[in-house]
């Protein structure tokens, strides 16, 4: 049953993925958006489940569909849910790397329900766990991972988004000697690629957004890399959402037993564009295949898939009008 539920999720971020792939370099974020978020709710509304999405495009408000609270499902079992349809809008409108349809999903009233708030993260995978914490300063935290993987601190390479807000952080780690990778977008990527052999990347840092830190959290917690946050509220607003939605401690460290409170969550993506830990949608003259990555916490088993829909036999929520 577990690995049934599994493949069906994976169906769900396919779907995604086969819709925002069309829109690739069109230069149209929201269209790309609007048509992997259609895909992914109609996907998740085929489905035996009673789910809720605790993570998800925003309060009700802001979002007509996979909005924060909304039911999915056709019924079933409880579950919660995490979704980011389409992480990196741009990069998938002008056809730029790592762009992916992402889900999360464990029992029902284990994930966080994040505000949409600021997070300052730091992420690294299961043979450096333990050498970091969300407090230490950039190099104390470039050290311990080095120390951790036997490698000079030379060869260490951190993760950053390319924000103006992080000019200080970027500085302290080119001054601590390690090299960066910056990403324009996608910081679910960039956490998780800590934890996946061969991307070339050993440590995350810095700010983003909340709700993408329990996506990344769920998939730390199951391949047993780190994952550690603390929210950064930009105004009383932001404070009083996380009091409502948050069961945790929110001026204290979010750990992953915060984030994601179950050894039976899963972390789902399926590349959109190409990148280092998937590559992207491919589309041919009788089909098309999806590179997907699917992580089970309660086997603590790493799956990378390729799927090769035919033309015709492909769900109707993903076939080409």
């Not at 769900?12 to 086969?18: C, D, I, Y």
């Not at 601190?153 to 990778?181: M, N, Q, S, T, Y």
């Amino acid at each position: 049953m577990r690995v049934t539920r599994i493949v069906e999720m994976l169906e769900v971020t396919e779907a995604a993925a086969l819709a925002a792939g069309r829109w690739m370099g069109r230069g149209d974020k929201h269209a790309a958006d609007e048509a992997a978020v259609e895909a992914m709710r109609l996907a998740l509304n085929s489905l035996d489940i009673s789910g809720e999405i605790v993570i998800g495009e925003g309060e009700r408000d802001e979002a007509p569909m996979l909005y924060i609270g909304e039911k999915v499902g056709a019924g079933g079992e409880e579950i919660d849910i995490a979704v980011d349809p389409l992480e990196g809008t741009n990069l998938t409108a002008y056809g730029q790397s790592n762009s992916l349809a992402v889900l999360a999903f464990g029992p029902k009233g284990t994930l966080l329900n994040a505000p949409d708030t600021y997070m300052m993260k730091v992420a690294t995978g299961p043979v450096a766990a333990g050498a970091i914490h969300v407090d230490a300063p950039p190099a104390e935290n470039v050290r311990g991972v080095a120390k951790a993987l036997d490698r000079p601190v030379g060869d260490i390479v951190v993760c950053i988004l390319d924000r103006d807000r992080h000019a200080d952080l970027i500085a302290e780690v080119r001054e601590a000697g390690a090299r960066i990778r910056l990403i324009s977008d996608g910081d679910v990527f960039g956490a998780v690629a800590t934890a996946i052999e061969g991307t070339g990347i050993h440590l995350y840092l810095g700010i983003g957004a909340a709700p993408e830190g329990v996506l990344a959290a769920a998939a730390m917690r199951c391949i047993g890399g780190q994952f550690m946050g603390r929210f950064k509220f930009r105004n009383d607003e932001e404070r009083a959402r996380a009091e409502r939605m948050a069961k945790c401690d929110i001026d204290g460290v979010l750990d992953m037993d915060c984030l994601v409170a179950t050894d039976e969550a899963a972390f789902i993506a399926t590349g959109v564009t190409d990148g280092e830990m998937l590559r992207g949608v491919k589309y041919f003259g009788k089909g098309s295949r999806t590179h997907s990555v699917a992580m089970d916490a309660s086997t603590g088993t790493v799956r990378f898939i390729e799927t090769v829909y035919k033309t015709g036999a492909e769900p109707f929520w993903v076939r080409k009008d």
